[in-house]
């Protein structure tokens, strides 16, 4: 059974930083894909960024230049750093694999002065 488990998340200020981590269990982890997505209250759930198993890249238009997906296939660990937030990043952030179609608990994410 896949177990995916978010931590990082918090209360930040506007500019300030984030780093979210994802530890996967039960997958063959190095070769899954992996995207954190994000839900606001009242919004959809939107993907904000992937990572294959070989490490290509992908990034939601309003984070690009902000926010860096990485993983750690020794840790089994998905990272996802977030730099110079904004009050429109508050969400819930969720971890996906998306070969297993497994979700996390999802970890909350504030941006507030």
């Known amino acids: 059974q896949v177990q995916l488990v978010e931590s990082g998340g918090g209360l930040v200020q506007p500019g300030g930083s984030l780093r979210l981590s994802c530890v996967a269990s039960?997958?063959?982890?190095?070769?899954?894909?992996m995207a954190w997505y994000r839900q606001a209250p009242g919004e959809q759930r939107e993907l904000v960024a992937s990572?294959?198993?070989?490490?290509?890249?992908n990034y939601a238009d309003s984070v690009k230049g902000r926010f860096t997906i990485s993983r750690d296939n020794g840790k089994n660990t998905v990272y996802l750093q977030m730099n110079s937030l904004k009050p429109e990043d508050t969400a819930v952030y969720y971890c996906?694999?998306?070969?297993?179609?497994?979700w996390g608990q999802g970890t909350q994410v504030t941006v507030s002065s």
């Open positions: 039960g997958s063959i982890f190095d070769i899954n894909a």
């Open positions: 996906f694999d998306m070969w297993y179609d497994t």
């Open positions: 990572i294959t198993g070989d490490g290509r890249l």
